[in-house]
């Protein structure tokens, strides 16, 4: 495998009527979601031989999402259907207006969350270049431990890693419970991306008050990570780079119809980039595209783009390069 996900596998049923609150919503569409399904589906789109490594449920949309995975061409010989009656995760979207959109998750005995470390594979990740990890995953147990084990079987096997944050807070505890186990899972890796606001998250432990992107950056440097990912909103991204390198990116001007699944359209595409071989600038435009493109569709696993769908609306699309606010 080029890229093996690992985590949630859920449904996200996305709002039909927008501009309207979703308790006056009484249609919706049905999609794959979950941040590392999104990443993993973005990938395949593009061309990347991908895998996933999850817990399904034995039920309808269970069924929906692991047929989903085969036709995306995306290997589900690591995806194991649970027998304890633990159910499909839902996510049922609002879109009020482009600015205005949230999300309401049912996570109550989520099958994905009982992935254990029975189901990690050793032979799986050896043989994968990139091993995709999410936050959600490190919410509970037994999920968190199977993410541990897997990061350091990726770690003995020299198997990258990628760590999109992807914070929810309504599946933690505490503040202090994920900023824990969030830097607890970044020290093993290659690759963290994240928002300046989750980055804050992790670093609240410490009592940090005030926003540094640099020091940030440096502080995972200490430990495994050679690239930083820290993405400012509308104001486009920075990624550091261990040689001491600090690369800036902007954003596409598109028509938004809906904020959810620019990330991980970002992180798919960035990852895309990256195992072409192209610059860390050129990757990181192909992600801020990406995002473009995925904000302006109904949904973020169908609406993921191609390789000849990107590259279409990089050659006309501008990227537009704003200043990041300095932290």
């Not at 036709?71 to 009020?96: P, R, Y």
């Not at 032979?123 to 995709?132: E, G, H, Q, S, V």
């Not at 993410?147 to 990628?162: E, I, N, P, Q, Y």
């Not at 432990?205 to 400012?232: C, M, P």
Request: net charge negative.
């Amino acid at each position: 495998m080029d890229l093996a996900a690992l985590g949630r596998l859920c449904i996200d049923l996305n709002a039909n009527e927008t501009g309207r609150p979703m308790e006056d919503t009484l249609t919706f569409t049905k999609y794959v979601g979950g941040s590392p399904a999104n990443i993993a589906i973005g990938a395949a789109r593009l061309g990347l031989r991908c895998g996933f490594i999850g817990k399904l449920a034995s039920d309808q949309m269970g069924r929906f999402i692991r047929g989903y995975l085969r036709k995306e061409g995306i290997d589900d010989s690591q995806v194991i259907d649970d027998t304890t009656g633990a159910v499909t995760g839902l996510a049922f979207t609002e879109i009020k207006s482009p600015q205005d959109c949230s999300i309401l998750m049912y996570r109550d005995n989520a099958a994905d969350l009982l992935l254990s470390t029975e189901n990690i594979s050793e032979d799986y990740i050896r043989n994968t270049k990139i091993l995709l990890i999410s936050g959600t995953a490190l919410a509970q147990s037994p999920s968190r431990e199977a993410v541990f084990l897997a990061l350091d079987f990726a770690v003995k096997h020299g198997t990258r890693v990628f760590f999109d944050l992807d914070y929810r807070p309504y599946t933690w505890k505490s503040n202090a419970e994920t900023a824990v186990y969030y830097n607890l899972a970044a020290e093993k890796c290659d690759c963290i991306i994240g928002t300046r606001e989750e980055f804050d998250m992790m670093e609240s432990l410490y009592g940090n008050s005030v926003s540094n992107d640099q020091s940030t950056a440096s502080r995972w440097f200490s430990h495994r990570a050679q690239l930083v990912v820290i993405k400012h909103g509308g104001s486009g991204s920075i990624t550091y780079t261990a040689d001491g390198g600090s690369h800036r990116s902007g954003i596409f001007r598109t028509k938004v119809l809906k904020t959810f699944g620019a990330g991980d359209s970002y992180a798919s595409a960035f990852i895309y980039g990256l195992m072409k071989g192209e610059s860390v600038e050129e990757a990181m435009k192909r992600g801020a595209a990406s995002a473009s493109i995925v904000i302006s569709r109904h949904s973020c696993s169908d609406a993921m783009p191609t390789a000849e769908e990107l590259d279409h609306f990089i050659q006309n699309n501008e990227e537009i390069v704003e200043t990041v606010p300095k932290t």
